[in-house]
């Protein structure tokens, strides 16, 4: 990579950072407001699609988190694909260090969250809440407290995030789906099946792999497993040539990156984040969902990736960069208890049988995300 590109990719984490904060806030403030019926009426605002006898509608707010994120998951799958094949993903010697330290990073706030919040059943579904690192979120901070970051420092966070989401497709796949329906799902097979005899022919155009996946999101939808997956799928399937001879996946990442970053994922952060804090007071903050995603996060990632961290190198399983400094790395590990998006996402799916909950879950994953990115600010900034 060399020295401009970096700079750009640098420049845009600033920006969608600064995005996604600004439409949070935004929410927040709107909800707490005169307007905060209009706020819930736009999210409930029902949006419908006919052709003949066939319907579909939904609320605006699951248009967002089933379809919108769907290419949010897309572009993620890329991201993955793209590391897997020719970047961060493709060197043992280069990955190893942060796929243990996400091993530990999932592991260690689950548990967090689970020690709070076992005795109380209907909380448990929260547990992958503090799991997740926000990859947009994380980099722009670690873009803006060190404006010389070393590509080494980048690289370790963004591998790290990487394989962090990696793991929270896993965990929406096997424990955020409903029951099984087998005619969906085997319908949604047979969509599988039509791409991958496209792949087969060596058909290059994007635009038929692109209508497949919108059937194969609605059988999806249906089959009992969630609508985002649709986006990962397609990701993997795509193949590696357009019919101009280019990658596919570079392309495609350089197209939907602007549209995601400043458009999908500012808007998922305005229709999730809209909190109404009058219902707060100091009995609440000390509710298990709460503390539990707090801790969760702001502790309980730091801890589990420098714990296993250590203990790789320790055991010479890997071995860490010499140019980075430990103190860097404990930054880096404070700035991955920034969950935000993805945390947010999977907390909407915990809880969507129990809508009283979801407060106390995003209050806890706010300041959770805020409470890390002071601390990995301060990490970051005392090791220049």
């Not at 203990?311 to 399983?317: D, E, I, R």
Request: aromatic content about 14%; hydrophobic content about 55%.
């Amino acid at each position: 990579m060399d020295l401009i590109q970096a700079e750009k990719i640098k420049a845009l984490s600033i920006k969608s950072g600064q995005w996604m904060l600004f439409s949070c806030l935004i929410a927040i403030f709107i909800a707490n407001s005169p307007w905060q019926s209009v706020y819930a009426d736009f999210n409930n605002t029902k949006l419908a699609f006919h052709i003949g006898s066939f319907t579909i509608s939904k609320p605006l707010l699951i248009w967002m988190n089933e379809g919108l994120m769907a290419i949010f998951f897309f572009l993620i799958g890329l991201e993955i694909r793209e590391a897997f094949e020719s970047g961060t993903l493709s060197d043992w010697k280069t990955v190893s260090l942060p796929i243990y330290g996400a091993i530990g990073g999932m592991v260690v706030p689950g548990l967090i969250y689970y020690l709070f919040n076992y005795p109380y059943p209907d909380y448990i579904s929260g547990w992958a809440i503090p799991v997740a690192t926000d990859i947009a979120f994380s980099l722009a901070i670690l873009a803006m407290v060190t404006p010389g970051v070393q590509p080494k420092l980048r690289l370790f966070l963004s591998t790290l995030a990487i394989v962090d989401d990696i793991g929270a497709i896993i965990v929406i796949a096997l424990f955020y789906s409903d029951h099984l329906s087998l005619i969906w799902f085997l319908t949604a097979l047979g969509w599988l099946g039509l791409a991958l005899i496209l792949r087969a022919f060596k058909v290059s155009r994007f635009f038929p792999y692109f209508i497949i996946s919108v059937f194969m999101w609605y059988a999806i939808i249906y089959s009992g497993l969630h609508a985002t997956l649709t986006g990962v799928i397609l990701a993997m399937l795509l193949p590696q040539k357009n019919q101009n001879g280019q990658s596919m996946v570079n392309t495609l990442l350089h197209e939907l990156e602007p549209w995601v970053n400043f458009i999908i994922l500012p808007l998922f952060a305005f229709m999730n984040c809209g909190i109404i804090l009058n219902g707060f007071n100091a009995d609440t903050l000390m509710h298990p969902i709460l503390s539990g995603t707090l801790f969760g996060l702001w502790l309980g990632k730091p801890i589990g990736v420098m714990a296993f961290v250590l203990l790789a190198v320790g055991l010479k399983l890997s071995v860490k960069d010499q140019e980075i400094q430990w103190s860097q790395l404990i930054g880096v590990a404070c700035l991955t208890g920034i969950g935000f998006t993805m945390s947010l996402f999977i907390a909407s799916l915990s809880f969507e049988y129990h809508a009283s909950l979801l407060p106390n879950a995003k209050l806890g994953i706010i300041l959770g995300s805020v409470f890390s990115a002071l601390m990995g600010s301060y990490f970051l900034m005392k090791s220049k």
